[in-house]
């Protein structure tokens, strides 16, 4: 399978890095999921087709809640899909389970917005 543009698999091991750190740059979008998961097999395609949509103005990370209990946990992900938005190193919004394409635009775009008028976490004397 070719691999898709702006969106990453993240393990624990990267998470920080791929999601934490990287949410600096560019609002990242977390889909917390399993594979057994109807719901997931569903959204994360249509996650991955807003990601080739929006072309790098958001990166979609991907975890296997399963692979990866700690990020689950960590994110008090109770249900599955767990989608959460982050800019700024901050978890700014999330929803859970299927959602229409309407909604994740609508997501997305304020997602967009909130970093677009977050103020940069730099450090300036």
């Known amino acids: 399978m070719k691999p898709i543009p702006f969106v990453v698999d993240v393990t624990e091991s990267d998470f920080d890095d791929a999601v934490v750190l990287r949410s600096h740059q560019v609002p990242v979008l977390l889909d917390i999921g399993a594979d ?16 080739l949509e929006y072309a790098g103005r958001f990166v979609l990370t991907r975890v296997d809640a399963d692979e990866n209990m700690r990020i689950a946990g960590r994110h008090q992900a109770k249900g599955f899909p767990t989608v959460i938005g982050y800019s700024h190193g901050l978890v700014t919004e999330r929803f859970h389970g299927m959602q229409t394409e309407g909604f994740l635009r609508r997501f997305l775009d304020q997602l967009l917005a909130y970093h677009a008028k977050s ?6 004397p």
């Open 36 to 51: 057994w998961c109807g719901p997931c097999r569903v959204l994360t395609p249509l996650l991955e087709r807003l990601a």
């Open 119 to 124: 103020p940069q976490m730099e450090n300036t």
